[in-house]
DNA sequence: GAAAAATGGATTTTT
DNA sequence: TCCATTTTTC
């Protein structure tokens, strides 16, 4: 007989604290962590710490004995949530599972997946991501524009764009088109109508875009009584971050959310808002004192990235902005150097300068990884790029297609989907012209047969279904119906993985192979998704997750660079990604008036100072050198050559914050000719 | 249904 | 200029 062995769970003290937090925070901090109850509002300043300050305010309830699953914390990213969960389980040695953070839309999803019947959305809900959003406006398009005849009609994309800022505004179509698009005020009625069609059109085919999930959850707060009975009980303490780039609709969440207890923490730097064009209101973390009366204001105005000279340009050049909480970042750090404001002729010897700059500082000891280059817009990347790949400079630049938006993926998952949710005619579609004879027609067609048999996804299966088409099609049915029916079988629809494992086996594999040209890189691609799949065991689960999920392949890697080591790369990448990073030495490139400012920012005094904002930002992340490049002239596609003034965020700052340096060229001819 | 020609548009981007 | 997308053509 087998000896037992009892494991038993080491039993957590009650109240006893295990972490130092007046050890490990600063006075400020420390504040926060332990006494931020009831309504308060968290003024964090670049490089203060607010990530470290809200995970030991996390830490901190856990410790008290506040249940996880009392605790709400929002994030803005799904990469930001990550981190916050592993960090608290860090620092308490545990699991922090029951936590509901994550971003908005996720949070969202959770819910709505919980109460779904009683909103009328089904059981089975599939979210739409951007691209099947667009597919979808593009069909509204046509059924509106068909019937009025119209010419030159805005691409999908736009209207698209324009109906989800009025969702998360919650301002009508028609405003917003009158205030951020006058151009398209004569196409106004048309948007209007096409929102309502395509509002209608995912009610029919239970689908929800990104927008809905904010949308519908409001609404279930407002009409289902039992969940806002259950989540504003459940939510003891909800911590928001990045406040400053809310919008109304997360706005309104939250104060719903959060009416019971009252326990609102919310942290944001306000000079850091940046995202207006994506409907975030800076309004929300200004009148925030105005909303909670009672509110507590907490500011971290300790900073321990940059050095002085560096700060004390940001602080200079922020302090132009009219519409901000009045702060002065302190440098926790020596003077430093002075900043370098470098005057170049054009673009390309702009190149050069920071290429040749970059060797010098990884002479002197620097990285390649200490260094970034950051811009205003990715075209501005395209010559600094050419300079980097010609003198064997390694580098990433990031952005690039997101891996669940990659047509393989999306082709793997619509076969799950339509398991999932028989109604989503898009997986439908795109499912049944990965055929050959199956056209857009013919999918139509067969979608409209489906429909006639319920959706009965076993009835589709079988040999009777579809009799009645060409034989061409009727072959193509019959390699869709081979995919489809094992994923069918009992006890396979739980095992997201296995399905894909199907997919693959019965013929995507191969089409994989035949179509694409990196077929290799594809098939790793979903290799690796096959394994992130491994950890789900609900379909529809897996399926939410993966929508709402950006890609693990967000980064672009250069080739070319010779070394063949473990090399770490140089960062080329546009100032809205490099929010929340840091480096040794910061490149700011472009630095030209109608670059950055953007042009289209410099009639509106809003838009102006949320790209001092950005400016902001920029100079905020180099910790010990900065370099702020202007290049004197430009390539217009439109008007040739063009002078560019030096950007007015820098014109107007203090002209002792930094030191002007010219470029001499020892041959200047000869680039020239070398490009004729 | 695929290849060739024409057109148009060019901030920022997560979910 | 350069690219992506749409329209046209075979």
């Known amino acids: 007989m087998t000896k037992k062995y009892r494991l038993v769970a080491p039993e957590k003290p009650a109240a006893a604290f295990t972490i130092d937090y007046r050890a490990a925070l600063n006075d400020s901090q420390f504040d926060v962590v332990t006494t931020a109850d009831g309504p308060c509002l968290v003024l964090a300043g670049a490089g203060s710490g607010k990530t470290r300050t809200l995970i030991y305010r996390v830490a901190y309830l856990l410790e008290k004995g506040v249940r996880p699953e009392e605790i709400l914390l929002v994030t803005f990213t799904n990469k930001a949530a990550e981190e916050m969960k592993t960090r608290v389980e860090g620092l308490l040695q545990m699991h922090s599972k029951g936590l509901w953070c994550g971003t908005f839309h996720h949070i969202g999803n959770r819910s709505l997946r919980i109460y779904s019947k009683a909103l009328g959305l089904g059981d089975h809900f599939s979210i739409l991501d951007e691209e099947d959003s667009r597919d979808l406006v593009k069909h509204c398009v046509k059924t509106v524009t068909s019937s009025s005849g119209g010419l030159k009609f805005p691409k999908p994309a736009v209207v698209h764009s324009v109906l989800s800022f009025s969702a998360n505004s919650q301002i009508s179509i028609t405003d917003v088109i009158a205030r951020r698009y006058p151009y398209l005020a004569q196409f106004a009625r048309d948007f209007e109508a096409i929102g309502t069609l395509y509002t209608e059109k995912k009610r029919k085919t239970n689908h929800l875009d990104y927008d809905d999930l904010l949308l519908k959850w409001i609404e279930l707060l407002d009409k289902v009584p039992a969940a806002k009975e259950r989540f504003t009980a459940q939510f003891r303490f909800c911590l928001v971050d990045e406040y400053q780039d809310t919008n109304r609709l997360q706005h309104e969440i939250i104060r719903r959310l959060a009416e019971r207890h009252r326990n609102v923490l919310v942290v944001g730097d306000d000079a850091q808002s940046i995202y207006s064009f994506r409907a975030a209101q800076i309004q929300n973390i200004l009148d925030f004192p105005d909303i909670y009366s009672d509110a507590k204001i907490f500011k971290l105005e300790t900073n321990y990235r940059s050095t002085k000279a560096i700060l004390n340009l940001a602080n200079d050049s922020i302090r132009h902005n009219k519409r901000q909480f009045p702060k002065t970042l302190a440098s926790a750090r020596g003077s430093g150097e002075t900043p370098q404001f470098v005057r170049v002729r054009d673009t390309g010897q702009e190149a050069g300068f920071v290429a040749q700059k970059i060797l010098e500082l990884r002479d002197s000891g620097y990285e390649l990884s200490d260094i970034a280059i950051l811009f205003r817009a990715h075209y501005q990347a395209a010559e600094v790029e050419l300079e980097m790949a010609k003198r064997g400079i390694p580098y990433v630049i990031r952005g690039g297609i997101r891996f669940f938006e990659q047509a393989h993926v999306k082709d793997a998952l619509s076969f ?237 700052l203090r002209s002792d914050l930094y030191e002007d340096v010219e470029v001499e060229e020892d041959n200047p001819e000869e680039r020239t000719i070398y490009l004729e």
């Open 416 to 652: 799950l989907k339509i398991v999932a949710n028989p109604s989503d005619e898009l997986s439908w579609s795109r499912a049944l012209m990965l055929q050959p004879g199956i056209g857009a027609g013919y999918a139509d067609k067969i979608i409209d047969l489906a429909d006639a048999e319920g959706d009965d996804l076993k009835k589709v299966c079988q040999p009777a279904f579809g009799s009645s088409l060409p034989a061409k099609v009727r072959e193509g049915l019959h390699k869709f119906k081979q995919v489809l029916r094992p994923l069918l079988t009992d006890g396979v629809s739980d095992h997201p993985d296995t399905m894909l494992e199907e997919v693959l086996a019965q013929g995507y594999n191969k089409h994989v192979l035949m179509n694409f040209e990196n077929a290799q890189d594809r098939l790793e691609d979903l290799r690796e998704l096959i394994n992130f799949a491994h950890t789900y065991k609900d379909l529809k689960e897996f399926l939410g997750d993966v929508t709402l999920r950006e890609g693990f392949k967000g980064e672009t890697l250069a080739e070319g660079s010779g070394e063949e080591e473990v090399y770490q790369p140089l960062l080329l990448s546009t100032i809205h990604q490099a929010k929340g990073l840091e480096w040794r030495a910061v490149f700011v490139i472009g630095l030209a008036e109608g670059l950055f400012p953007h042009a289209k920012s410099m009639d509106n005094e809003e838009n102006l100072e949320e790209e001092r904002r950005l400016f902001y930002v920029a100079v905020t992340r180099a910790k010990e050198e900065l370099f702020l490049v202007h290049p004197m002239t430009r390539y217009d596609y439109q008007a040739g050559t063009v002078i560019n003034r030096p950007s007015m965020f820098v014109e107007e």
